[in-house]
């Protein structure tokens, strides 16, 4: 059963048979408090522990606040590469142009989705065809001709400084434009939408109901505002194609079901997708996942209006994440947990 916190209204004690410390509740209360209305609008913190889950909330957000979860979403279009592969639908070889046949004998043709997935595609962060015309809803207009068209020799060589990073495998580079290629390759491939395949593949099985692409109109009702850094209220960003970098939303108790399930592979129906996602691929990282050296699992995530964070220590049988609507990380979060020196104040 779910027990909530709520933080600063109420700290409610603990029986001595909990398997969270009081202390480390204390401490991430008073790492978090003093952001709240001065860098932070609101926020949401969910821990996991060998069974036992809490939640911490802060300002008016709660576990069922829906919240964009941005990069995050790209360790869910990781799980759908490695769901695909398990289906027979592609392997780590395939290529782009495996893909689409307009991409054979392209530059870009013979990046693999591994190499998408570990970001090692050679790909910029942003497409060079990208031009937005509003800064507070970036992707809103970019359309799925014009994520077809970033990748061609003849977009890449006709834009200044549009190039590829380095011969892909070589060089680690984070690639936004990377996994929405990624997200968009694996959509076509299994002949389905972007949300379709998040339904059907992942949070259906996972009853994650509240992890979407396009909300309802109930959870429309309960997306929490957002905020930019300097606390002026925004909207959600619109995608057109950008989907597998970043378009999901969600709630902490959604969030808490999937940071279970990477921890317990075995109670899922994917057990194997999962523990191929937690694999190393090259130096830090896995499908998408970054890996520390003690073998946990983290990504963060920001948009215009909502930051996000999850790390999942998978030798310990505990998760942290946080879900905030302001476009400003939650200062502090993991320090407190492994009890580092971090002051949330400094930006």
Request: glycine fraction near 6%; aromatic fraction near 10%; charge should be negative.
């Amino acid at each position: 059963m779910f027990k909530y916190l709520f933080y600063p209204i109420l700290f409610a004690s603990l029986s001595v048979q909990s398997a969270i410390n009081p202390e480390t509740l204390n401490r991430i209360n008073n790492a978090v408090v003093p952001q709240i209305g001065k860098r932070i609008n609101s926020a949401i913190v969910g821990i996991f522990e060998t069974g036992e889950i809490k939640y911490l909330s802060y300002g008016v957000a709660t576990p069922n606040s829906m919240f964009e979860i941005g990069s995050i979403t790209k360790t869910f279009t990781s799980l759908m590469f490695s769901l695909a592969i398990d289906k027979g639908l592609v392997t780590t070889e395939t290529t782009l142009g495996d893909i689409r046949p307009e991409w054979k004998g392209q530059k870009t043709g013979s990046i693999t989705l591994l190499e998408l997935a570990t970001h090692r595609s050679g790909l910029l962060r942003l497409p060079c065809n990208l031009i937005s015309q509003d800064d507070s809803n970036p992707y809103k207009d970019y359309s799925e001709q014009e994520l077809i068209a970033s990748i061609t020799d003849a977009s890449i060589d006709s834009i200044p400084g549009c190039h590829l990073t380095a011969h892909p495998s070589e060089l680690l580079a984070y690639s936004n434009w990377g996994i929405a290629i990624l997200g968009y390759a694996l959509s076509k491939r299994a002949g389905l939408t972007y949300q379709e395949v998040l339904r059907q593949w992942i949070t259906g099985p996972l009853k994650m109901t509240d992890t979407v692409v396009e909300m309802d109109s109930d959870q429309k009702k309960r997306l929490i505002q957002g905020y930019t850094v300097k606390m002026v209220a925004t909207g959600i960003w619109d995608r057109l194609s950008m989907f597998g970098n970043g378009a999901i939303k969600s709630t902490a108790i959604d969030m808490m079901i999937y940071a279970q399930a990477m921890l317990h592979p075995d109670q899922t129906p994917f057990a194997d997708a999962i523990r191929r996602v937690q694999t190393r691929q090259y130096k830090n990282i896995a499908f998408n996942w970054y890996m520390t050296p003690a073998g946990s699992i983290w990504h963060n995530g920001m948009t215009g209006g909502y930051s996000s964070l999850m790390k999942v220590y998978l030798k310990k049988d505990f998760a942290v994440f946080d879900l905030t609507n302001t476009e400003a990380d939650l200062n502090c979060l993991i320090e407190t947990i492994e009890e580092d020196t971090c002051d949330p104040m400094v930006n």
